[in-house]
């Protein structure tokens, strides 16, 4: 008992652990060792071998307080609510005035949301011993919870004043200070921790985050790097200095410093993960890479270095085997960044309910994930999430004051619910923080677009392409702009500075195709939207700008080949698997791939009067008359006056035999003024009709 004692204070529970062992295994059993023993379990985080021995302890000796305080702890630990409640009464029917028991009640209710009960508990704990400082933390934060913020400050204030000396104490107060906004007086306290112990590194991390906040990021870095020599064994120290530099986009430095560390502590399996990550942020790619393999090669379900390799798929574009390895590195451990990149190769590949979800699992394992919540906010403004993507963007805005990405989200949302002025307003709140920012710029020409108020927007943005002339960018916004308001000319030479600066910028590709166009050179037109087919593959609109120049000229096979290279693309749209079906049918592709697809376009949206048009007519042609009336029918329901919906089911019709329907159909098709696509078809149906009946 002695050594294991020795050893325990000395904090070799190891050690404790094999002495202790020894001597519960002596009969008659001692309830002492057994308490010690199950003491050391938990102090080496064993919580069952710990229920074990505690519960020994007790049965050997049911006046053992200490016993069954500990005993109490570990139930709460493992979720036993109950049973550690009646230990902990038991406790205090031989001693009313134990806190440690008052505490143990306080837990549990904590747990069990009954939050009143919780604090009555816990009051009477501090009264009780003053010195525990984190019954003073647990009283803070339930009266936080339920909305009381002068007894929370109440609660760590007295913490403080009870323990002047504890750096806990003032720890918890500053927390509580910072998280309200106060950061002088969040400052303060942290000092006072530092002071108070020259080598701790808590509060000396929690200080340096608020001189980030407060504009002060010198002093923070002075902090980091003192941490260096404070902390020279401690990785939440020794790192802190080059985790600020990848946070604050130092990136080139944080590689110094981690090849440095890396050197210093060969041991820490921490530090060659993070060098990948930003080496991929400086687009080092191949230095990444091989550095990476290293990681894999040590452990192979590192998920750090799996998470990486997801990440240098993600910069190749291969998004489909980038899915696979991010969804592999999470299988091996949850992360924040792990269910962010996730959901960036999965928007790429057109999967946005997936991504959405990647999204927010990412902000919630980690609220202060502000990217993660901006992409989550950009996709709820493209699938009509308005409400939602305001939610997400005012809590960013709360975090990051007038941070200009998300005021341009709100922007977003603003215009697609036809909130012009206020859009307007949060553009160029976000402009007067980042005047060449070109999102905000390109969002507010589109606003002007459409009001048709270009010459507004046309001088601002030429005076900053003259301003910045070195902007790829400007130079192209000034082309949309001259574009819009049909000055052909000035627009290609503008779009054509901005590919002298920026040859590898798919939309001036495009934007040069449609000035080509305009000027009647359709050769160009096609030229230049495959270069930006070329530049930007997954580039979807260009692939089908293009089909329509092969459209006209009656090209069918290049038509066919560009909708099945967009299909490959984003293989989820329904409106091509659509398209592509009508083209099958049309220009004599396979029918049963054309049912297929527009099977599958039915699935996504059943009530569009073109899907169940394009449906039935596959079955027409596959001979499957019966279900071709009934999605025909349908068709010339929603949509009456489409002569060509009533010629397919006039088609249907008379192949199932049903004549006169046939007949009333297709007069339908071929009564009008004007002609359309089948009008000789349908007279024909119609003559042969006339004829069989005479």
């Known amino acids: ?354 991504a959405k979800a990647s999204f927010a699992r990412s902000l919630a394992l980690d609220p202060q994930a502000i990217q993660a919540a901006l992409d989550l906010s950009q996709l709820e403004v493209k699938t009509g999430g308005h409400q939602e993507a305001m939610r997400l963007t005012e809590e960013t805005l709360r975090k990051r004051p007038n941070l200009p990405s998300a005021l341009l989200v709100q922007a977003n949302a603003s215009i697609a619910q036809g909130d012009y002025q206020r859009g307007e307003a949060l553009l160029e709140n976000a402009l007067a923080q980042d005047p060449v920012s070109l999102s905000a710029l390109a969002a507010l020409l589109a606003v002007h677009t459409g009001q048709r108020r270009i010459h507004e927007t046309l001088p601002r943005i030429a005076a900053l392409a003259k301003q910045h002339p070195g902007i790829a960018g400007l130079h192209f916004l000034l082309a949309l702009a001259h574009f819009g308001m049909q000055d052909v000319e000035n627009s290609e030479a503008s779009v054509q500075r901005s590919i002298a600066l920026d040859p590898d910028m798919p939309s001036a590709y495009t934007l040069l195709a449609n000035i080509n166009l305009a000027k009647g050179l359709v050769d160009k037109a096609k030229e230049n939207l495959r270069k930006a087919i070329e530049l930007n593959p997954l580039g979807v609109t260009n692939h089908m700008a293009l089909k329509n120049l092969y459209e006209k000229e009656g090209k069918w096979d290049e038509v066919k080949r560009l909708y099945e290279e967009a299909r490959k693309v984003d293989p989820g749209s329904p409106y091509l698997a659509n398209d592509l079906a009508y083209h099958y049918l049309e220009h004599g592709g396979d029918v049963h791939a054309a049912i297929s697809l527009a099977e599958s376009a039915k699935q996504k949206i059943p009530d569009s009067p073109v899907v169940a048009d394009t449906l039935g007519w596959a079955y027409y042609k596959s001979g499957q008359h019966e279900p071709a009336i009934v999605q025909l029918k349908e068709s010339v329901r929603l949509a009456p006056d489409n002569r060509v919906y009533h010629y397919h089911l006039g088609m249907a019709y008379l192949g199932a035999g049903q004549h006169e329907l046939a007949k009333r159909s297709l007069r339908n098709a071929v009564e009008g003024e004007r002609d359309f696509p089948h009008m000789a078809s349908a007279k024909a149906a119609l003559d042969q009709l006339s004829q069989a009946e005479f």
Do not use: W
């Not at 493992?78 to 009313?96: F, H, K, T």
């Not at 002075?222 to 020279?232: H, N």
């Open 1 to 354: 008992m002695d050594t294991g004692q020795a050893s325990f204070e000395a904090g070799d529970y190891q050690h404790a652990l094999i002495a202790f062992r020894n001597a519960a295994a002596i009969e008659p059993p001692l309830a002492e060792a057994h308490y010690q023993l199950g003491r050391t379990y938990v102090a080496l985080g064993n919580v069952e071998d710990a229920y074990r021995a505690l519960s020994k302890a007790v049965v050997l000796d049911q006046t053992h307080a200490e016993a069954q305080l500990q005993l109490a702890t570990v139930l709460v630990a493992r979720g036993q609510l109950d049973e550690a409640q009646s230990v902990a009464e038991r406790v205090l029917e031989a001693d009313p005035a134990n806190a440690r028991a008052h505490a143990i009640l306080g837990a549990k209710h904590a747990a069990t949301r009954d939050l009143l009960s919780a604090i009555t508990e816990f009051q009477t704990a501090v009264e009780l011993d003053p010195q525990r400082v984190e019954n003073f933390s647990a009283l803070g934060a339930l009266h936080s919870a339920v909305n009381q913020p002068a007894e929370a400050e109440a609660a760590y204030r007295n913490a403080a004043a009870a323990n002047p000396a504890s750096v806990q104490a003032h720890v918890a107060l500053g927390q509580l200070y910072f998280s309200r906004g106060d950061n002088a007086a969040a400052e303060e306290q942290m000092r006072v921790a530092c002071d108070l112990d020259p080598l701790a590194v808590q509060p000396r991390l929690f200080l340096a985050q608020i001189l980030l906040t407060v504009g002060r990021p010198g002093e923070a870095e002075k902090i980091y790097a003192e941490l260096k020599t404070i902390a020279a064994d401690d990785p939440s120290g020794y790192q802190a200095l080059a985790q600020f530099y990848r946070s604050s986009g130092k990136n080139e430095e944080a590689v110094a410093e981690l090849q440095s560390l890396i050197d210093a502590h060969p041991g820490d399996q921490n530090l060659k993960p993070l060098l990948v990550e930003t080496l991929i942020d400086l687009q080092k790619l191949q230095q990444a890479e091989v550095l990476n393999r290293q990681v894999l090669s040590a452990n192979p379900a590192d998920s750090r270095g799996l998470l990486a390799a997801g990440r240098l798929l993600l910069a190749k574009q291969n998004y489909q085997d980038a899915q696979t390895a991010l969804q592999k590195s999470l299988d091996v451990s949850a992360s924040s960044d792990g269910h962010y990149y996730l959901g960036v190769a999965q928007r790429s590949l057109g999967l946005t309910e997936l």
